[in-house]
């Protein structure tokens, strides 16, 4: 009995490293960056996050006077057999104690909301741990970087891609606004590209007739421009990477005044 | 993953008429743009009592 209780008891020491992952979740990008570093990023969270928060609200606690009997849980999590437990004298100490946490796992949380603003704002959990990799930065514009010069990558509106994709028929050129990518499931390697108000183009030259020939059958003709863009229907266009033979990035910035971006007409 | 898209991209996104002349401009004039040269092109602006047309520019970014 005694051991499994010291087992939920260690548990509720760990809750608040899952609430605070659960709130780092809220931000898809940090998520996807994380679970690609899957041993170092369960380690850090595992250890480092919840010890940061008992200590500081052992430090609160001490300045308040306020005492959690940890020599009680201790002899829990031993399952010391010489231990007596006494309901009576037990219950407000426990009580105690699951507040503790309690207020633990609430700082779990308010800790990961804490560094999904400052990821936004600063990009500071990337840079700490060197997240990213080549789809990260090429998307992100932060390619543009690579010269080692300033650059204008604040001022990016949005990423237009021109994706160039084989079928079975032939080579199709995508393009559209880059809305969201995907990775394969604990890798970096790109799964599939959404695209939003995507057009498509299809490369091969543009049958224009079949001539009689002089002396076998006939003969097909093809004009020597390719086909114009015409618009996919539907929002959004998911394109597999397995398709993909190559994908050309511009980054986009508008002029436009401030006031007039909440007016733009449906 | 999000893809990187500001504030007047969001709203470009959300209009369909904006975002359609927006992808126009860029198919149909891509050279011009990848040199460097911004584009303009139309949009329809509501400001509640009335409805105009507002010119924007569209142009590549590229490292300083």
């Known amino acids: ?84 437990l006494n309901n009576a004298i037990l219950g407000p100490d426990i009580i105690k104690f699951l507040g503790y946490n309690l207020l633990a796992i609430f700082l779990g949380g308010v800790l990961g909301f804490m560094i999904n603003k400052l990821e936004m704002r600063w990009k500071l959990v990337s840079r700490l741990f060197g997240l990213g990799n080549e789809w990260y930065e090429a998307f992100e514009g ?94 959004y266009l998911i394109i597999p990477m397995k398709e993909v033979l190559n994908i050309n990035i511009t ?8 006031d007039a971006i909440d007016q733009l007409a449906e | 993953m999000k893809a990187k898209i500001s504030k007047k991209g969001t709203a470009f996104l959300k209009s369909t008429q904006a975002s359609n002349a927006l992808i126009a401009a860029v198919v149909n004039n891509f050279k011009q743009l990848s040199n460097g040269v911004a584009i303009p092109f139309h949009v329809a602006i509501n400001d509640g009592r009335s409805q105009r047309d507002l010119e924007v520019r569209v142009r590549k970014v590229t490292s300083m």
């Open chain 1, 142 to 235: 932060d390619i543009l970087n690579i010269s080692g010069e300033q650059s204008n990558v604040s001022n990016i509106d949005l990423v237009y891609l021109d994706v160039l994709a084989n079928t079975k028929e032939a080579s199709i050129l995508y393009s559209g606004i880059l809305v969201k990518y995907y990775y394969k499931p604990k890798s970096t390697e790109l799964d599939y590209i959404v695209l939003q108000r995507a057009v498509k183009r299809d490369l091969r030259k543009e049958f224009r007739s079949d001539k009689p020939h002089v002396e076998a059958g006939k003969a097909s003709f093809y004009d020597q421009h390719t086909g114009d863009s015409m618009p996919v229907k539907g929002d």
């Open chain 1, 251 to 258: 980054y986009l910035y508008f002029d436009i005044p401030e």
């Open chain 1, 1 to 84: 009995m005694n051991l499994a209780l010291g087992a939920f008891i260690l548990t509720l020491l760990f809750l608040p490293a899952i609430s605070f992952r659960l709130a780092v979740n809220r931000l898809e990008n940090l998520k996807g960056l994380l679970s690609s570093l899957s041993i170092t990023d369960s380690i850090w969270v595992f250890t480092v996050v919840p010890i940061f928060i008992h200590i500081i609200i052992l430090l609160c606690f001490c300045l308040f006077n306020v005492t959690v009997k940890f020599d009680l849980i201790l002899n829990i999590i031993y399952s010391n057999s010489r231990f007596t």
